[in-house]
């Protein structure tokens, strides 16, 4: 009933900045909490930030703290992560995640998109 497509990926220099968009449809994004996960090859997915559904509410994951940025337009289902100073250790294929529940953890996420590819060269 939801469905996510994530734009915004690409190849950028070590130190660079990228800006992930998420854009939902089938339903509103206004009672979900909408977050964003990562996975680089041979590695699990994992948690990046989550946004509540009010826009007030954020948690990210100490990688990540004062780099990104997650934010949310609820009037026009879309979700946003403003990647600065990447360093490759930042590259993977990012998902946008919704879910009726706050949540960190990757095997409770209801809805996945189809995920973005950011590679960050040195």
């Known amino acids: 009933q939801v469905q996510l497509v994530e734009s915004g990926g690409g190849l950028v220099q070590a130190g660079g900045s990228l800006r992930l968009s998420c854009a939902a449809s089938?339903?509103?994004?206004?009672?979900?909490?909408m977050g964003w996960f990562r996975q680089a090859p041979g590695k699990e997915r994992e948690f990046v930030a989550i946004?509540?559904?009010?826009?007030?509410?954020?948690y990210y994951t100490d990688s990540v703290k004062g780099r990104f940025t997650i934010s949310r337009d609820t009037a026009k289902n879309m979700v946003y992560l403003q990647m600065n100073s990447l360093n490759p250790e930042d590259t993977a294929a990012y998902y946008c995640?919704?879910?009726?529940?706050?949540?960190?953890?990757?095997?409770?996420?209801?809805?996945w998109g189809q995920g973005a590819q950011v590679t960050v060269s040195s």
């Open positions: 946004i509540s559904w009010s826009g007030v509410n954020t």
């Open positions: 995640a919704a879910s009726l529940r706050r949540t960190t953890q990757a095997r409770l996420i209801a809805y």
């Open positions: 089938g339903r509103t994004l206004s009672s979900y909490t």
